[in-house]
């Protein structure tokens, strides 16, 4: 659960319009975040509160044998305000597509990439917020970026062969000595009362966790260098580059980009489902999001972007980085005959070209034509879903989001490897995950319950089939 969809899951679908009628009216009035979810959150909880006994007994689905085995694949199973993946338009947030968010999303002075502060709010409150609101959230993240000493001490007295996803993971669960929640809750704080605590501690680990990141990149890649300090003039993303050691204006778009379009991706993924579930059990943000990155550690989650980038620097190693269309089919079939799968096609929900891949070729073709990695990956663009239809087995031939990203952070000289060519999970991953921070926490009162879902041994399974 990433950090951002926690905050979200507060408000309800876009189209309530007592929803948004009042965030309207707060938008209107305040640029702080708090006062406006103060106003939203009571609404909220009563309109949950009618719709669940109003349809607390309606039956929404079926759940089958293959459901249960296969990891609850297309089951209904979650309530899950601040993003929905379309199969045919792709992933939106609030309701609002990328393109759109794009468009209507606040901008920094002089970009042309919305900025992440942007899709934070509109998260949390299901509103398109004015450039003051972004702006005085890029200055209160600013304000909470500072780490406690034992953190940054900790970081430092790491080995560097300790993979960077274990750094950021224990640097995030040591930050929760900084967790008002959890100290609120063990002197006895009202129920009616986690939600202000739990923003607190949102708000503070967002802020801090682009400095959790820079500091291990600089640690493992600059010789231990300083990552500077936060300037409160600019924003997150901005913020983020500098403390990484890049100057290039081009970079810190990209950045604005790339944290905005991973930020959220539903609730059933591994991470934003384990953010979940840990936080049902109340505890802290921290640990709960330590826990979500743990799960994004997994090379079946965070490792695909990373493992596009070994393919096709194998494959120029192969046949060399000019090569024809009729090479690279050959190369794909090869591919496909040994019984492996070409990295950064298909998608478990998505039938159409993934629109996080599409904004970041438009990206590409904007700065970085000539990128000889970047025309290969336009290159099979035109040639893969061919071939993968041709195969049969596809049921989405056509790229997601990783088929492009870690060409993006490689033309930018973002290390993608550690130690021994091990691939590196780089820390810019779980940046991202802003999403789940806000909106697993920032759960309405009478809060979702505990999760605890009733499990079957197998030998149930074949009762029930009569077998």
């Known amino acids: 659960m990433a950090l951002l969809t926690a905050a979200a899951r507060l408000f309800g679908a876009k189209n309530a319009s007592c929803l948004v009628l009042a965030a309207r009216h707060a938008s209107a009035s305040s640029t702080n975040l708090k006062d406006i979810l103060a106003d939203l959150i009571p609404k909220e909880q009563a309109r949950i509160k009618t719709f ?13 044998v293959d459901m249960m085995y296969g990891g609850m694949r297309g089951m209904k199973g979650l309530v899950y305000e601040t993003s929905v993946l379309d199969p045919d338009e792709g992933i939106r947030f609030r ?14 002075k002089g970009g042309e990439e919305p900025l992440p502060e942007g899709l934070f709010w509109l998260l949390v409150t299901g509103q398109i917020p004015t450039e003051e609101q972004v702006s005085w959230l890029s200055k209160e993240w600013a304000k909470r970026a500072a780490l406690p000493s034992h953190v940054v001490t900790m970081l430092d007295n790491f080995p560097t ?15 929760n000595s900084e ?30 966790l682009p400095c959790v990141a820079a500091k291990i990149y600089r640690n493992l890649y600059r010789e231990g260098s300083s990552i500077g300090a936060i300037d409160s003039k600019l924003d997150w993303s901005h913020n983020f580059t500098n403390m990484l050691g890049y100057t290039d204006a081009q970079f810190t778009e990209l950045m604005r980009l790339y944290l905005t379009i991973h930020s959220d991706h539903e609730g059933g ?18 640990l709960s999001f330590a826990a979500a990155m ?7 989650h965070g490792l695909a972007n990373q493992e596009v980038l070994v393919w096709l620097t194998q494959l120029q190693k192969e046949v060399g980085k000019d090569v024809s269309d009729e090479k690279l089919r050959d190369y794909i079939w090869n591919t496909l005959n040994s019984g492996r799968v070409v990295p950064g096609y298909g998608h478990a929900v998505l039938r159409k070209t993934d629109p996080r891949y599409t904004c970041q070729r438009e990206f590409a073709l904007k700065h970085l034509p000539h990128d000889s990695m970047f025309k290969l990956v336009a290159q099979l663009y035109k040639i893969v879903p061919n071939v ?13 989001v990783d088929a492009h990203s870690g060409v993006l952070l490689q033309f930018y000289l973002i290390v993608l490897r550690h130690d021994r060519d091990e691939l590196l ?27 605890e879902t009733q499990v079957h041994e197998h030998r149930w399974s074949d009762e029930v089939c009569g077998l």
């Not at 669940?52 to 089958?64: A, L, S």
């Not at 062969?161 to 930050?175: F, Y």
């Not at 993968?388 to 997601?400: D, H, I, R, T, Y």
């Open 388 to 400: 993968l239809l041709e195969q049969g087995k596809a049921k989405n031939p056509w790229p997601n």
């Open 269 to 286: 993924n591994v991470s934003a489902h384990t953010s979940h579930l840990v936080g049902s059990a109340l505890s802290d943000p921290y």
């Open 294 to 300: 743990n799960g994004l550690a997994g090379p079946l």
């Open 425 to 451: 999970h780089s820390p810019v991953w779980g940046i991202t995950s802003t999403g789940c921070t806000g909106t697993a926490h920032l759960e309405p009162s009478p809060r979702l319950p505990t999760r």
């Open 179 to 208: 967790s008002n929640f959890a100290r609120a809750y063990a002197e006895g704080i009202n129920r009616t009362k986690y939600w202000e605590l739990i923003y607190e501690d949102c708000m503070d680990l967002i802020a801090k």
């Open 52 to 64: 669940r006994q109003q349809h607390g007994k309606t039956v929404v689905g079926q759940i089958t």
């Open 95 to 108: 309701g609002y597509s990328i393109p759109e968010c794009q468009k209507l999303l606040p901008k920094a």
């Open 161 to 175: 062969n300790l993979h960077p996803m274990s750094q950021l993971s224990a640097a995030i669960t040591a930050l």
